[in-house]
């Protein structure tokens, strides 16, 4: 019989990490989480696969602890020996970056150090991913790949080129099974409300149901590669499944400005931009990265990994849930494109 696999994520509450808790379960991993206690209730995004009902066996555990708490995490790999770490945890907002460099600092960087050193020293054959980032090719002309230089431009890329270095040091030092998966923007439903593209189509959401009249934005013409977050988490446990470990960029290869992203979602909608956008300069960063493009052909090549949504499916995806929860009527067509691109999906419908 073969034994059950255990997994520890960090940032088990945010948006990769509830996808990837619903995948490894799906796949009848034992299932720890890494999270902050808070005053408030944080776990929205996973209340609901406490029980999974494609695997009623499958078990998910949660763990106090802080990235900055080196003695908690030592404990916590020590008392779980888990067979896979994903390190998804960080303050990973580009903009607050700026604001709380050092704390950035400590956290996205730093606390990868202390994972890594937590996992040398207990001994075990544990494979790691590091959530490593686009933010780290900065200023790099696009498209980017595995090769490219990183040119970082927020004190939260340069903590993630931080964690990047350290996991190949630790690999190559140590011999540890230490992976980076170097993740363009992907979004969902399930994207914290600050970040541009929940912001766009919360937005867009709330001024239909006559609760707000405008959308306050930024940097408009900045350029991502934009790809939907189940897919993503797919590709970070095919990482950790490679014969050996590596470094991967993982995206679409497309690029959209913030402006097509608004163009998509209001002529979703019906709607006219002009109407309703407004730009603030408080939303504008001080340093700017202007276009982020993937280069996936390592990834397809090695690990047989392919984006399958496209720019236009995901804003409709997104759109269609924002207007469910604002209690509209919604068009649709986002949940046509799950159910024709992923027919019996392993996450549960936002």
């Not at 979004?187 to 707000?212: D, N």
């Not at 799950?338 to 996450?347: H, L, P």
Request: charged residues 25%; glycine residues 8%.
């Amino acid at each position: 019989m073969t034994q059950q696999k255990k997994a520890l994520i960090t940032g088990l509450t945010g948006q990769d990490g509830s996808y990837l808790a619903e995948l490894l379960l799906h796949k009848g991993y034992e299932v720890h989480g890494l999270i902050r206690r808070a005053s408030t209730f944080n776990t929205s995004r996973i209340d609901h696969i406490y029980v999974d009902p494609h695997n009623p066996n499958a078990q998910m555990y949660l763990h106090y602890g802080d990235l900055a708490d080196s003695e908690q995490i030592n404990n916590i790999i020590y008392n779980v020996a888990p067979d896979e770490v994903y390190h998804l945890g960080a303050q990973s907002h580009v903009r607050v970056s700026f604001d709380i460099p050092e704390y950035t600092g400590n956290v996205t960087g730093l606390g990868t150090t202390r994972i890594l050193e937590a996992i040398r020293r207990s001994r075990k054959d544990i494979r790691f991913y590091q959530a490593s980032s686009s933010e780290m090719f900065g200023g790099a002309t696009p498209p980017q790949d595995e090769e490219t230089q990183f040119v970082p431009r927020s004190p939260y890329a340069c903590a993630k080129v931080y964690s990047y270095w350290m996991a190949k040091n630790y690999r190559e030092g140590y011999n540890m099974f230490a992976s980076n998966g170097i993740l363009f923007n992907h979004e969902s439903p399930r994207r914290g409300e600050t970040f541009v593209t929940r912001k766009i189509t919360r937005g867009i959401a709330s001024i239909l149901a006559g609760k707000e009249k405008y959308l306050y934005l930024g940097n408009l013409e900045a350029k991502r590669d934009w790809g939907f977050s189940p897919e993503y988490v797919e590709a970070m446990w095919m990482i950790l499944q490679a014969d050996k470990p590596d470094d991967f960029v993982i995206g679409t290869g497309e690029t959209h400005s913030i402006n097509d992203f608004l163009d998509e979602a209001f002529s979703y909608v019906g709607l006219n931009i002009e109407d309703h956008v407004r730009i603030d300069q408080k939303y504008f960063r001080p340093t700017e990265v202007d276009a982020l493009m993937a280069n996936p052909d390592k990834s397809e090549k090695v690990l047989g990994w392919k984006a399958k949504v496209t720019f236009e499916d995901l804003v409709k995806i997104m759109m269609d849930s924002d207007m469910r929860a604002a209690g509209l009527e919604v068009p649709g067509e986002g949940d046509e494109i799950i159910s024709k691109k992923f027919g019996e999906k392993w996450w549960k419908k936002d």
